[in-house]
């Protein structure tokens, strides 16, 4: 519960104090930035239902992590292309993010380096990475 109520409360002078590490982000280090309020809503939403729901178990928030990283895998780069906005074409429309940057838009970080995420995260991006190159 108290990890659901710090994403979904965040003030929002802390959220503009966010942000991903510009040495590591192929974005240029502005993805937090340059995302829109509205975004940053729709995604935590997604996870954590805010704010009239119950927050999700461990186990909800496994399978939703399973498959944001299995959808946001390239398989034929080998990378994964995190998206945030709303539709193409659409003011502060779709466009791919840091890993980093993703975390914290989805709530699930404060830090800057998408390395310091969580057991969790980690865990099932290395599964996912594993398991496409089991397959070749």
Excluded: H
Excluded at 59 to 77: G, M, P
Excluded at 89 to 114: M, Q
């Amino acid at each position: 519960m108290e990890i659901k109520q710090a994403a979904c409360r965040l003030p929002l002078e802390e959220f503009l104090e966010l942000q991903c590490n510009a040495n590591t982000c192929p974005y240029g280090g502005s993805c937090v930035e340059d995302t829109t309020i509205k975004s940053c809503k729709i995604l935590r939403e997604k996870i954590w239902g805010c704010f009239n729901a119950e927050p999700p178990t461990s186990l909800q928030r496994k399978k939703f992590i399973e498959s944001i990283l299995d959808a946001s895998y390239v398989r034929s780069t080998g990378k994964f292309e995190f998206i945030a906005g709303g539709s193409f074409g659409e003011s502060g429309g779709v466009r791919l993010v840091c890993e980093a940057a993703y975390l914290i838009l989805l709530g699930l970080s404060k830090e800057r380096n998408a390395s310091q995420c969580s057991y969790q995260w980690r865990n099932t991006r290395n599964k996912i990475i594993g398991n496409v190159k089991n397959t070749k």
